[in-house]
């Protein structure tokens, strides 16, 4: 069993930055690979961006690409996205997720999930 906590949402202005965490718990971290998706107000979720257990390879919707980036740090336990020129639409309830190795692009690969961190980006 994992159990994954977001932190790091917030209210930030378009063209601001965020930096979201996603601390996992158990010994199994490493494991896994790592995603984060994205739900906003009547849409379904989507993939934005993933990295593999050794965070050698890295995976991004084209939507954030350029602007975002995640890392991870198998020794905190931890997941990151840095998110840099936010804009509107990148307003969401940002998920972190984990999976064992598979198509990091589909939801359904993933078999732990936080509960989410608000994204606002006002214009």
């Known amino acids: 069993q994992v159990q994954l906590v977001e932190s790091g949402g917030g209210l930030v202005q378009a063209g601001g930055s965020l930096r979201l965490s996603c601390q996992a718990s158990?010994?199994?971290?490493?494991?896994?690979?790592m995603g984060w998706f994205r739900q906003a107000p009547g849409k379904e979720r989507e993939f934005v961006a993933a990295i593999s257990r050794n965070g050698g390879s890295t995976y991004y919707a084209d939507s954030v690409k350029g602007r975002f980036t995640i890392s991870r740090d198998n020794a905190k336990n931890t997941v990151y996205l840095q998110m840099n020129g936010l804009k509107p639409e990148d307003t969401a309830v940002y998920y972190c997720?984990?999976?064992?190795?598979?198509?990091?692009?589909?939801?359904?690969?993933?078999?732990?999930w936080g509960q989410g961190t608000q994204v606002t980006v006002s214009s």
């Open positions: 997720a984990a999976a064992y190795p598979g198509n990091y692009y589909l939801e359904y690969t993933y078999t732990y």
């Open positions: 158990g010994r199994t971290f490493g494991s896994f690979g």
